[in-house]
């Protein structure tokens, strides 16, 4: 309360403001302590480092906020599922209601986004699901020319099937977009053009392995790739 010009006192309550002297108070109107978040419900992106329950390795649970949880070894590709995660199946929903309480203890209330993470050592995009058997080495072949990339993907399918028993596997990737400006830059004087209508479509396939020693990495710069195909080498973390 506090006393105004005219004398009378007023509440300061932002709420309070113009009643009336007659408006009572509604409990049901104050906005509550909220306790009624879940993990199962929590319709927001969570990312949370913890001690695996069951095998005690430091490991990160993730959720995209739709309901499904998964359990990941690390957080960068090829995004390998933790083992636990798939022995313990039945124990899943019990590890959730523990980690639950466990964050309620800790004072979260279901808003934030990273627990015991710093914000740095997140990457961009988390994918709602693990790999159970995740490559050990990706190709990645992009290029505007489809069949440049397929003649890669030919290329380089030959050529590691010729040194090794386990043949790779070739997968689609989305096509991506990319503006025709970005590929101008340096040859025109002109400020990039931001004009969709310049856009063109890049095609990516990805070509994995899962048996892939540092030699053949090292001989795979032998392949006499097309040039118009950008090639990006991703191998998992060991
Ligand atoms: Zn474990």
Known sequence: MARSDDGTWRSLEPAAEGASSQHTHECGSVPRISQDWSLQDLNHPLTCRLDCWWCGEEV?????GS???????????????HDCWHQQRDERDR?????ESDLRAGGYQGQGRLVNLAPSSIPDAIPPKGRKNPPVLQIRLSSTDHQMVD??????????????PRAPVAVPLPVG???AADERQGRTNGPPSRDESFSQHIHHRAIEMWTAG????AQLGQVQLPEAVDVTVRQAKS
Do not use: C, E, M
């Open 214 to 217: 540092p030699k053949l990495v």
């Open 60 to 64: 990160y649970l993730h959720t995209d």
């Open 177 to 179: 977009k990319k503006a």
């Open 151 to 164: 003649r890669a993907v030919r290329q380089i399918t030959q050529f590691v099937s010729d040194r090794q």
């Open 95 to 99: 590890a959730l209601l523990k980690l």
């Open 67 to 81: 309901g499904p949880f998964t359990l990941f070894d690390n957080l960068s590709w090829p995004w390998p599922t």
